[in-house]
């Protein structure tokens, strides 16, 4: 499982690099050429998209790294924390392209009219980026990488630049030049809007919320096909981005030798470790029929 997250991680890197080094070439070169603010903003932003891909891949590559002493349960958050990273990146980067689309709406006569070049570009970027950012995220849903998934994401916002940036060539072209650098505004507005959602995921991740109630199902059907298992409850899972552990307690028969029921409980752990998602589970055997009270429950 590792050595093919291991590929496919690699496939949405150099995907994605290839890909952001000629729009970023391209849209800095034609937007300087065709005199549009937007689009060298747009280059501007497929460049963050080269060195957020970058950092998304270290945390990935950190993230596959096996546990060991002082990590027991393994690495998987560093892709949570790089991703964190990329929306410092993209706050930095978003917020100085809203600075400079100001000063040019402060000094207008640095505005200029935007030609047909630039419109053709726009629209070599909104299918170039639909393809690759499409590409991107499913490989990362595949495996299960927020940080390659964040990546993705980050990508789909060139699609909505591309888009603003032609709208904003036709504008100008009909006496409202203006439009240009409103539409850089937008482009640094959408790259804050995206570290935003970016950053509410990753802290979700660091912060080990369950990624969703089916879990919790599948957790109680694996632990009900196990003979002798009953009522799985007290569900905690620790959620590390790529993977998740299990600390859960279930019941048995009371009146089972302690090696019967250690030999269930490794039953119901295997049955467990069978749902993807999960890398670990621990289980605590309760007595059927005695009633006790347990820390509060997340599974209810």
Request: charged fraction near 20%.
């Amino acid at each position: 499982m590792d050595e093919i997250r291991n590929k496919e991680g690699n496939k949405a890197a150099i995907a994605a690099v290839i890909s952001n080094l000629i729009l970023t070439t391209l849209n800095i070169s034609v937007g300087y050429i065709g005199g549009s603010y937007a689009l060298i903003a747009e280059g501007f932003h497929t460049l963050t998209d080269i060195v957020t891909t970058i950092i998304a891949y270290i945390g990935f590559k950190i993230g596959q790294k096996p546990s060991d002493e002082e990590h027991p349960m393994g690495h998987g958050r560093a892709e949570a924390v790089s991703g964190l990273i990329i929306v410092l990146f993209l706050a930095i980067v978003g917020w100085g392209i809203i600075e400079e689309a100001i000063e040019k709406l402060v000094n207008p006569s640095k505005i200029t009219v935007p030609n047909f070049y630039v419109a053709l570009m726009a629209i070599l970027g909104i299918f170039l980026n639909l393809i690759v950012s499409t590409y991107i995220i499913n490989i990362g849903k595949k495996i299960k990488s927020p940080a390659i998934v964040a990546d993705g994401e980050h990508q789909k916002t060139d699609i909505f630049s591309s888009i603003a940036i032609l709208v904003s060539v036709v504008v100008s072209n009909i006496g409202y030049p203006i439009f240009d650098p409103i539409v850089g505004i937008i482009i640094g507005l959408i790259i804050l809007k995206t570290a935003y959602t970016i950053g509410r995921e990753n802290i979700d991740n660091i912060l080990g919320k369950v990624p969703n109630k089916k879990i919790i199902k599948k957790i109680k059907k694996a632990v009900d096909k196990t003979p002798g298992a009953y009522e799985a409850h007290n569900i905690r899972i620790d959620n590390y981005g790529s993977y998740i552990t299990v600390n859960l307690h279930m019941k048995v028969n009371g009146k089972i030798t302690v090696a019967e029921a250690h030999k269930i409980v490794h039953a119901a752990e295997k049955n467990i470790l069978k749902i993807p998602e999960i890398k670990a589970v621990s289980i605590h055997a309760c007595p059927l029929g005695v009633e006790y009270e347990h820390q509060q429950e997340i599974d209810k």
